[in-house]
C-alpha cells in the first residue's frame, strides 16, 4: 500500500506563491509518475501538472502554464508544486496521485493512489 501526504497548502493573497509537497511512504516512489490534481467547490477535478519517474519529462495544464513548476526528489520520495503568480481561481484542494506507469501523463485514469489533498485558498 502506498500512501502520500500532501502538506504546503494555505490562504495567500492572489499574485503571491506556495509551495505544495507530497511525500511518498514507498522506496518505489522512483518507479513511478506523479501528478498533481485539484477541485474546487462544485466543480470536477481536473489535472494540474505531471512528472516522470525521472523528472525529465513534465505537462502542464493550460491554466498553469508558465506559473506552476512540477519536480521531484527522488532521494527524499518527495514530489513538489511550485505555484507562482496565484489567481483566485486557483483556490482548490489539491491532490498529489502515483501513476500506474513511469511516464508523466495528465489522464486521471492512469492514476491509482491518491493522497488526502491539501486546501490552498488565493484571495483578491
Known amino acids: 500500500q502506498v500512501q502520500l501526504a500532501e502538506s504546503g497548502g494555505g490562504l495567500v493573497q492572489a499574485g503571491g506563491s506556495l509551495r505544495l509537497s507530497c511525500a511518498a511512504s514507498?522506496?518505489?516512489?522512483?518507479?513511478?509518475?506523479m501528478g498533481w490534481f485539484r477541485q474546487a467547490p462544485g466543480l470536477e477535478r481536473e489535472s494540474v501538472a505531471a512528472?516522470?519517474?525521472?523528472?525529465?519529462?513534465?505537462y502542464y495544464a493550460d491554466s498553469v502554464k508558465g506559473r506552476f513548476t512540477i519536480s521531484r526528489d527522488n532521494a527524499k520520495n518527495t514530489l513538489y508544486l511550485q505555484m507562482n503568480s496565484l489567481k483566485p481561481e486557483d483556490t482548490a484542494v489539491y491532490f498529489c496521485?502515483?501513476?500506474?506507469?513511469?511516464?508523466?501523463?495528465?489522464?486521471?485514469?492512469?492514476?491509482?493512489?491518491w493522497g488526502q489533498g491539501t486546501q490552498v485558498t488565493v484571495s483578491s
Open positions: 512528472i516522470s519517474r525521472s523528472g525529465a519529462n513534465t
Open positions: 514507498r522506496r518505489t516512489f522512483s518507479l513511478y509518475g
Open positions: 496521485a502515483r501513476s500506474s506507469s513511469s511516464g508523466a501523463t495528465l489522464t486521471q485514469y492512469d492514476y491509482d493512489y
